[in-house]
């Protein structure tokens, strides 16, 4: 009798790949997050600074393996790539598209790479209403924020920031 749960989807009978990169990449996003306490992990601002993170992990892995010895030492290279003046999301469509290219020359498809993509498209699609920090004078604070001006914006220019804030705070 065939063991069904042994049978990967493409008929190899190998084990189906587990895109451990990846989930090991929103493990320490996830973590950032929560040791910051910067919003409640149910919020959709939460999920933006997550996948915004991890994609900075994710990608920024030029060696293709996340080691858990490295997280402390690789801090400030998140922060430089979050940071507010550089082009993060220039950066992130470059590198997908490179591991991309890599994967489809390598034959193998990447599950990993896969997850990534997925969280760029919902980080690129999906819209939060944010407070509007263009519409004040000086870039200062907003007094009585909640009244203040509020716009649609794409769920990576909320995420980046918050991510970028609980690197600060770890």
Same mark, same amino acid.
Request: net charge negative; glycine share 10%; no cysteine.
């Given at each position: 009798?065939?063991? !069904? +749960?042994?049978?990967?989807?493409?008929?190899? +009978?190998?084990?189906? %790949? *587990?895109?451990?990169?990846?989930?090991?990449?929103?493990?320490?996003?996830?973590?950032?997050? !929560?040791?910051?306490?910067?919003?409640?992990?149910?919020?959709?601002?939460?999920?933006? +600074?997550?996948?915004?993170?991890?994609?900075?992990?994710? /990608?920024?892995?030029?060696?293709? #393996?996340?080691?858990?010895?490295?997280?402390?030492?690789?801090?400030?290279?998140?922060?430089?790539?979050?940071?507010?003046?550089?082009?993060?999301?220039?950066?992130?469509?470059? !590198?997908?598209?490179?591991?991309? %290219?890599?994967?489809? %020359?390598?034959?193998?498809?990447?599950?990993?790479?896969?997850?990534?993509?997925?969280?760029?498209?919902?980080?690129?699609?999906?819209?939060?209403?944010?407070?509007?920090?263009?519409?004040?004078?000086?870039?200062?604070? *907003? *007094?009585? #924020?909640?009244?203040?001006?509020?716009?649609?914006?794409?769920?990576?220019? /909320? +995420?980046?920031?918050?991510?970028?804030?609980?690197?600060?705070?770890?």
């Amino acid at each position: 009798m065939l063991d !069904r +749960g042994r049978q990967s989807t493409d008929g190899t +009978g190998g084990a189906p %790949a *587990v895109p451990m990169a990846w989930f090991y990449a929103e493990y320490i996003a996830d973590e950032l997050l !929560r040791t910051g306490d910067l919003m409640p992990p149910t919020s959709f601002e939460f999920r933006a +600074g997550r996948d915004a993170l991890a994609l900075t992990v994710f /990608l920024s892995d030029t060696d293709g #393996e996340l080691s858990g010895i490295r997280v402390v030492s690789q801090l400030e290279t998140w922060l430089s790539l979050t940071a507010y003046d550089q082009p993060w999301q220039d950066w992130v469509r470059e !590198r997908l598209a490179q591991l991309a %290219a890599a994967s489809i %020359a390598s034959g193998a498809s990447s599950p990993d790479l896969d997850l990534a993509a997925e969280a760029w498209r919902w980080l690129q699609e999906t819209e939060l209403l944010a407070p509007d920090l263009d519409a004040v004078p000086g870039g200062g604070p *907003v *007094v009585g #924020e909640e009244d203040g001006p509020k716009v649609w914006t794409p769920a990576w220019r /909320l +995420g980046l920031p918050l991510g970028h804030l609980a690197i600060h705070l770890f």
